[in-house]
């Protein structure tokens, strides 16, 4: 056996090795379902403050009820540019009776309304999740309404997304 047929032996072996890696994987994201998922939260904001002269960091905690998790909780923190009117760096974990949890990030944007409400527009991204969430991944847009920016303050909001699930 020559050395030009060895090689050509072996990189039949690994495309085919290759073929059914893929094959396999392809098998697996088929296997996922995309479900719409609806959620409706409130709570409240636990901690504003600047962390520098134009960006303030928050963090909430909230409690709702969503299509694929039921009744849930949730944590989150983002940071606000003030000048730019954006959200970005959010993150956030939300966690099912069952303790299945959800997880991902967000970014988007806020207006202060002349009542001095805050209104939140932002998408989110989940990334992952444990328990009967394992894999997920999804998108949505969220709209969201707080009293104010002030630690106590209180919000609401309501998401549309779409989820894929193993």
């Known amino acids: 056996m020559t050395d030009n047929s060895v090689s050509r032996s072996a990189c039949r072996k690994f495309k085919f090795a290759l073929a059914i890696g893929v094959s396999l994987a392809l098998a697996s994201v088929a296997q996922a379902e995309t479900k719409p998922h609806k959620e409706r939260c409130s709570g409240t904001i636990h901690v504003s403050e600047m ?80 328990g009967r969430f394992e894999g997920l991944f999804g998108i949505g847009s969220v709209t969201a309404l707080a009293t104010g920016v002030a630690p106590v303050s209180t919000f609401k909001f309501v998401t549309d997304a779409i989820w894929n699930l193993p």
């Open 51 to 130: 962390i520098s002269p134009t960006v303030a960091k928050q963090e909430a905690t909230g409690e709702g009820n969503a299509t694929h998790m039921g009744k849930y909780t949730e944590t989150f923190a983002h940071k606000v540019d003030l000048a730019a009117g954006t959200i970005f760096d959010g993150v956030f974990v939300s966690t099912a009776a069952d303790g299945s949890t959800a997880y991902g990030t967000y970014s988007g944007t806020f207006a202060i309304n002349p009542n001095g409400t805050v209104s939140y527009e932002v998408t989110p991204i989940w990334l992952g999740g444990t």
